[in-house]
């Protein structure tokens, strides 16, 4: 497999190399060594093991990575941005509290059933973790587009990507969109009370973040 992506770029010049050393002691000291009296211009790491080298990614210049890698933080940002709007129309349409005003019936089969009440509150975990699982792929997509060598790097980038996400739009909008967003009226009202205020309804949300852990 190696051997066919290097004949596809036979013609091309890499700005990398890869140094096998007969002895650990040998590899230890070259790791270890200055390799250039300009700090920076060469860089030395342990190689990643052959199976986990993206061989197309290996002729992509340090200057092409460098601007591939802004290209795709840009992305991210605006995917992260823009991902802000369903998770907050899904906060608004399907949260629990919004089922049960939008119907009569379901507001009795709510009080009725305790079940059917765990039922509702699911909805709004459901479609979250469902919007969320585009996510991951197109992630990967994005960090090998970036020119990453190793695909253990691939990962590492769209899981911590992944993390921010998670972190941004789904904690911290839909506590804002669930709770915060009941008690800014009251806040800018009296300010001294906000702490009083969020203590008292961020535990609101409890039950939402109890069931997207559990179906993540």
């Not at 991902?83 to 019936?105: K, N, Q, T, W």
Request: charged residues 15%; contains cysteine; glycine residues 4%.
């Amino acid at each position: 497999r190696s051997e066919g992506h290097i004949e596809d770029h036979i013609n091309e010049v890499t700005d990398k190399a890869f140094v096998v050393m007969r002895t650990f002691t040998a590899a230890t000291i070259a790791i270890q060594s200055m390799h250039s009296s300009k700090p920076g211009a060469m860089q030395v790491s342990t190689a990643p093991e052959p199976r986990d080298i993206l061989w197309e990614n290996v002729y992509v210049s340090k200057g092409a990575m460098r601007t591939r890698s802004i290209l795709g933080e840009f992305l991210v940002i605006l995917i992260i941005v823009f991902y802000v709007v369903p998770v907050i129309l899904l906060s608004f349409l399907v949260s629990e509290s919004a089922l049960v005003s939008s119907s009569a019936r379901l507001a009795q089969l709510d009080k009725a059933s305790a079940l059917f009440s765990s039922a509702i509150a699911m909805v709004q975990p459901l479609c979250v973790v469902a919007i969320q699982q585009m996510l991951p792929p197109l992630f990967m997509s994005i960090s090998k587009l970036e020119g990453l060598v190793a695909f253990s790097d691939v990962q590492m980038r769209a899981f911590s990507r992944y993390f921010l996400f998670q972190v941004l739009n789904v904690f911290l909008v839909t506590t804002i969109a669930g709770s915060i967003f009941d008690t800014i009226a009251t806040i800018v009202e009296h300010p001294e009370s906000a702490f009083e205020m969020l203590g008292n309804s961020l535990p609101r949300m409890s039950s939402f973040f109890i069931t997207f852990v559990t179906i993540k």
